[in-house]
């Protein structure tokens, strides 16, 4: 199973808005609705941010959100803040008895 | 609370063997499985296998089968991951991962260990 793919950076300033995309296949990203994201500070246990597409876990702010067209899923952080500046990983669900395939991870810095 | 703690850095010759630990609280440990997700250094995540609540099932990444065993003791809710031979490519950070499963696979990780860095060098 291929990795899903991320692009290696994203940037920008407090207050605006990012998007990291993660292109996949019809396998897995454009064939379910189960597409996951995860936010990880170095040193740190990764935290889930998004699941099934768009759904945000408790406590996760509203300012993070997820969309999917197709093979490519998105997750957008809207107002950028400092400590949103980690890593940042997509996965899916690629089909019963398979344990799914991560993006390769995106370094989003705050400007 | 959930957590998952995992044991602390390792620092081991190639040819060794090495078991890290990942110890569950704050739920039923035999409710959910648990796994093991590698990052080799500058990479991204990898899923390197699951077992089931009561052990009665295992399931392995093609890359890791045969490289390492996955295994666990509900009496104290823990996960191990066990190498029986290391070698210098085993050099990463291991995660233990609670992994959601539905339609017989993995839909999503909602609870994440703090990482075990394991160093093999001669």
């Known amino acids: 199973q291929s990795a899903l793919t991320q692009p290696p950076s994203a940037s920008g300033s407090p207050g605006q808005s990012v998007t990291i995309s993660c292109t996949g296949s019809s396998s897995d990203v454009g064939g379910y609705d189960y597409v996951s994201w995860y936010q990880h500070h170095a040193g740190k246990a990764p935290k889930l941010m998004i699941y099934e597409v768009s759904k945000r876990p408790s406590g996760v702010p509203d300012r993070f959100s997820g969309s999917k067209s197709g093979n490519t899923a998105s997750l957008t952080v809207s107002g950028l803040q400092a400590e949103d500046e980690a890593d940042y990983y997509c996965s899916s669900y690629t089909g019963s008895n398979n344990l799914g395939v991560f993006g390769g991870g995106t370094k989003l810095t705050v400007l | 609370e959930v957590q998952l703690v995992q044991s602390g850095a390792e620092v081991k010759k190639p040819g060794e063997s090495l078991r890290i630990s990942c110890k569950a609280s704050?739920?039923?440990?035999?409710?959910?499985?648990i796994g093991w997700v590698r990052q080799m250094p500058g990479k991204g995540l990898e899923w390197m296998g699951i077992?089931?609540?009561?052990?009665?099932?295992?399931r392995y990444s093609p890359s890791f089968q045969g490289q390492v065993t996955i295994s666990a003791d509900k009496s104290i809710s823990t996960a191990y991951l066990q190498w029986s031979s290391l070698k210098a490519s085993d050099t990463a950070m291991y995660y233990c991962a609670r992994p959601i499963m539905l339609r017989g696979g993995i839909v999503w990780i909602d609870y994440w260990g703090q990482g075990t860095l394991a160093t093999v060098s001669s």
């Open positions: 704050g739920y039923t440990f035999t409710n959910y499985w």
């Open positions: 077992i089931s609540p009561d052990d009665s099932d295992k």
